[in-house]
């Protein structure tokens, strides 16, 4: 079963708002990453937030995890239309070795 | 210069036909990892190859057989196609793995496109 789980399924804004995507999973993880697919390519690793860590901002990204709830957001501000991709978050379980991703959110940013 | 490229980006073949597809790395990585990508976009690790040795090995028909032959290349070849292959392949590759210590980021291909008709 999938690791991560993402919410909402689609989300869809206008370009300078703000849009937040989460994130929940169900084990121990090592890090939880958040990864960009514009339609049709592959996926780009947009952060990386360790198990230790609470918070971590990247240009106009900000994520946050919280392991107590097992849950990450991810929060992208002022979107723009080169935004619109599906977004998703993908969890290192506590003993390494893979990522596991979860079933996307599709974010559509209207000009 | 592409860092992960794959080859071919479509491919639509015939059900029972055999079908290979090829991933190359220049990113100087260790480990190699080939994802499949089904119709409702969930994406789900096959194989994962460190330094041309098996570790991870999803449960996966055998009909799939990823071959490594260098750190750089990761092949997967794929026997007696089934409807149920239809997907985009991606293949990744990321800088370290040890076990039980963080993976790091995935650079992924732009993906193969399978179609069995």
């Known amino acids: 079963s999938q690791q991560g789980e993402e919410d909402p399924q689609a989300l869809s804004i206008q370009e300078g708002e703000n849009a937040t995507m989460n994130c929940s999973y169900k084990?121990?993880?090592?890090?939880l990453q958040w990864y960009r697919q514009n339609s049709g390519r592959g996926l780009v690793h947009l952060i990386l937030?360790?198990?230790?860590?609470r918070e971590k901002h990247s240009g106009r990204l900000r994520v946050t995890l919280d392991t107590s709830k097992k849950s990450s957001s991810l929060l992208i501000t002022a979107s723009r239309a080169a935004d619109t991709a599906s977004y998703f978050c993908a969890t290192e379980g506590e003993y390494g070795n893979k990522l596991v991703f979860g079933a996307g959110t599709i974010l559509r940013v209207k000009s | 210069d592409t860092a992960v490229s794959q080859t071919p980006k479509y491919l639509v073949t015939q059900m029972g036909n055999d079908k290979s597809i090829k991933c190359e790395q220049n990113?100087?990585?260790?480990?190699m990892y080939w994802y499949k990508q089904d119709s409702k976009k969930f994406l789900k690790i096959m194989f994962s190859y460190n330094n041309k040795e098996l570790i991870i090995n999803e449960t996966v028909p055998n009909r799939f057989s990823p071959k490594s032959p260098d750190k750089a290349h990761l092949n997967l070849h794929i026997n007696s196609l089934e409807l149920g292959d239809s997907a985009v392949y991606f293949c990744?590759?990321?800088?370290?793995?040890?076990?039980?210590?963080?993976?790091?980021?995935?650079?992924f291909g732009e993906g193969s496109r399978l179609t069995v008709l």
């Open positions: 937030i360790r198990s230790n860590e």
């Open positions: 990113l100087g990585h260790d480990t």
């Open positions: 084990t121990s993880i090592n890090n």
């Open positions: 990744a590759s990321s800088q370290r793995f040890r076990m039980n210590s963080n993976t790091g980021e995935l650079f």
